[in-house]
């Protein structure tokens, strides 16, 4: 299905969409991050509140580790707006996921017993006390904590939940948009159904990036100065993205830390395990994080060296990747029993959907590809989930004989 043009410009449609939004939902809220499109979105969502004499809350999760211009963004943006918001500065910790470290694949932003290392200290209106939600368990995961505080926050009222992402972004979140399974708020499809009385609403998914920066440009409103550093550095406005560091896309900007705000990185490194080597090597090519093309030793074959390479990692990791493996090699002896029925996938191959082989299982390892998405997995439910998933998965393994224990 082609574009479907709506007649209006993006502006006109966003602020229609928002007011729509206002229409039907009593408990709107932003999700806000600092980044240009939250920022923009925020903006126009005050807009309407003050325009309608309401308030709109405001959810920022701040992760600890982050620019010191983000911060300062954020703190300005809130004062600018504080006349119709109400604010949820959640500094609690969360675990967040770390692809720069197989000692720590994940870490935990304000950590209590890592108080004196913290990278900065909350400011004094951050929600620092693990009591404050009645949902939270310190350790829950980040993508745990964003439903339930819509949950919370909804208190059984129908909520929309304001997201600024954009389909441009990535195939992910155009299926966000254009899929035609999910549950949407009377057929828009700017909006999905989370849960409840809880909807996501995408006002600005259309706007391309030049929208964004000709809305800062043309308004003159505040924006994150931080992309301006980004700027100078050689990234272009396609390029430049503000979010958590540490992830398995996000770690190839890890460098820019280091010229941008040097002080804030000297903590990050004292900070975050393996923030260091991600920022020296996640723009390598070859064996290290897996970039572009890996080789092995002569002496082994691709499956000896998937071994090795598992074998080398701490045991709670290569337990990890252990299920996601057997999972793969399972999935195509039962779908094509004709070709590896004999519980043998080929040694070598090309590292594409469709063709499993031990290089391409080397190349997600050695890529450190912690939920394995280059074996066409999703990331794994967090939490309870994920300790039954392991439990079940240890046992499948020893039925199906595929790296079993």
């Given amino acids: 299905m082609g574009k479907q043009m709506l007649g209006v410009d993006v502006l006109t449609a966003a602020r229609q969409r928002i007011a729509k939004v206002f229409d039907d939902f009593p408990r709107p809220y932003v999700a806000f991050s600092g980044g240009k499109d939250s920022g923009v979105l925020l903006e126009l969502a005050a807009d309407e509140a003050r325009r309608r004499g309401r308030r709109i809350g405001v959810l920022f999760i701040d992760l600890e580790a982050q620019y010191q211009h983000t911060i300062a963004y954020i703190q300005l943006m809130l004062a600018r707006h504080a006349d119709v918001l109400d604010v949820y500065w959640v500094a609690l910790p969360l675990a967040l996921r770390n692809a720069v470290s197989q000692i720590e694949p994940k870490w935990m932003c304000w950590d209590p017993e890592r108080a004196a290392d913290w990278v900065r200290q909350p400011p004094p209106e951050a929600i620092t ?11 829950m995961e980040f993508e745990e904590f964003t439903p339930a505080f819509g949950e919370w926050y909804a208190g059984g009222k129908l909520t929309a939940c304001l997201i600024g992402i954009r389909t441009q972004e990535s195939l992910n979140r155009w299926r966000t948009i254009a899929s035609t399974r999910k549950r949407t708020h009377e057929g828009l499809k700017w909006t999905t159904w989370s849960g409840g009385p809880l909807y996501n609403a995408y006002p600005i998914y259309d706007w391309a990036t030049e929208d ?44 820019l830390y280091s010229i ?107 890529s450190y590809d912690y939920y394995c998405k280059s074996l066409t997995f999703s990331p794994t439910k967090p939490g309870e989930a994920y300790q039954r998933y392991q439990a079940r998965m240890k046992a499948r393994r020893d039925e199906w004989g595929i790296l079993s224990s």
């Fill in 129 to 139: 006390d693990e009591t404050f939600f009645p949902f939270f368990t310190r350790g």
């Fill in 212 to 255: 964004i920066w000709t809305y800062y440009g043309r308004d003159k409103v505040p924006y994150n100065t931080l992309y301006d550093r980004m700027h100078q550095a050689g990234l272009t406005i396609h390029q430049a993205r503000i979010c958590q560091p540490y992830g398995d896309d996000q770690r190839k900007g890890l460098w």
């Fill in 260 to 366: 941008i705000e040097p002080e804030t990185w000297g903590r990050v490194v004292q900070r975050v395990s393996g923030a260091n080597f991600g920022k020296i090597y996640a723009r390598t090519t070859g064996n290290v994080l897996g970039r572009l093309r890996v080789t092995k030793p002569d002496t082994m074959t691709w499956q000896t060296y998937a071994h090795v390479l598992l074998d080398s990692m701490p045991p709670a990791t290569a337990e990890h990747f252990r299920n996601k493996i057997a999972r793969f090699i399972n999935y195509y002896i039962v779908r094509f029993p004709d070709q590896y029925g004999n519980g043998q996938i080929p040694d070598e191959g090309p590292a594409r959907k469709g063709t499993p082989s031990w290089s391409r299982i080397c190349k997600t390892i050695l």
